[in-house]
């Protein structure tokens, strides 16, 4: 199974599409964890092509086009991911978005799926939210919890804005907030007046019950 997994990072990593497609099939079929295909396959992949690119070893083509086969892969993963024991009729409602100015939106992707797993109600509104549309969805739609992503360091800001716009929306006492994304942290979280932050998306939806609790 490991080597399995390792098949399907280095066909992500050389944008073998039709090789990770068939290598997550194969890892399906075995009985590997729809988790761990998510994030010691897929996401471990990624982060790896983001070191390479960070030092000049991949380029911003080849992330595109490997940021096309993750989400392909993660499409075959999130039905066995519902199916999955944790999976349980859906209660309590999730609001999710990737703040305005980022379209980084696989690691939320993840979470939304993770989240459903274990009962949640996910309304993704997408990437590029504007801090406005996150008000309304709170407005409208009364979830428990707003997740809000950011993958870059410029748009972290717009977590910030998203707090204090429910905040002056009046709509805080009843709706939790989570942030999470790479260069998101603890402190970043307290400092914007979050209740919580998660390192990834396992962690999010434990914290998202934990908060719900
Ligand atoms: Co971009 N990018 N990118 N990129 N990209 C980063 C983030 C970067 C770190 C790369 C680098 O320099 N090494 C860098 C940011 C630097 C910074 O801000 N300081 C960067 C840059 C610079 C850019 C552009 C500006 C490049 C350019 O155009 N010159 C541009 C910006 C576009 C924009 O958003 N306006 C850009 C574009 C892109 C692509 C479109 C090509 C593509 C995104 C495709 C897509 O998402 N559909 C892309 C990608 C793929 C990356 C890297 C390589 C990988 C991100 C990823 O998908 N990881 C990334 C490098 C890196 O992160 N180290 C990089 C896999 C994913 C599963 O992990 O999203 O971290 P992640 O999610 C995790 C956790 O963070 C957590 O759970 C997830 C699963 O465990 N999590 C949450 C995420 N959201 C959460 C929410 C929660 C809780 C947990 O609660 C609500």
Sequence with gaps: MDELLADLRQAILTQDENG??????????SGESPRAI?????????????????CGEAFLPE?????????????????ALLESQEARAPSFRLVLATVQ???HDLGKNIVGAMAKTVGFD????????????????ARELKPCIVGLSALLT?????????????EDAGLRPEVKVIVGGAPVTQEWADEI?????????????????????
């Design 122 to 137: 996910v309304h993704d509104l997408g990437k590029n939210v504007p801090v406005d549309q996150i008000v309304d969805a």
């Design 193 to 213: 007046g979050a209740d919580g932050y998660a390192p990834d998306a396992a962690s999010a939806t434990e914290l998202a019950l934990f908060l719900i609790d």
């Design 38 to 54: 998510l994030e010691s396959g897929l996401a471990e992949a990624m982060l790896e092509l983001g070191r390479r690119w960070k």
């Design 101 to 103: 100015g980022d379209l």
């Design 20 to 29: 990770a497609l068939e290598v997550t099939r194969s890892l399906l079929e």
């Design 63 to 79: 992330v595109v086009v490997a940021a096309d086969i993750f989400a392909r892969c993660s499409e075959l993963v999130e039905p």
């Design 154 to 166: 410029t748009t972290m800001p717009q977590q910030k804005n998203a707090v204090a716009a429910l």
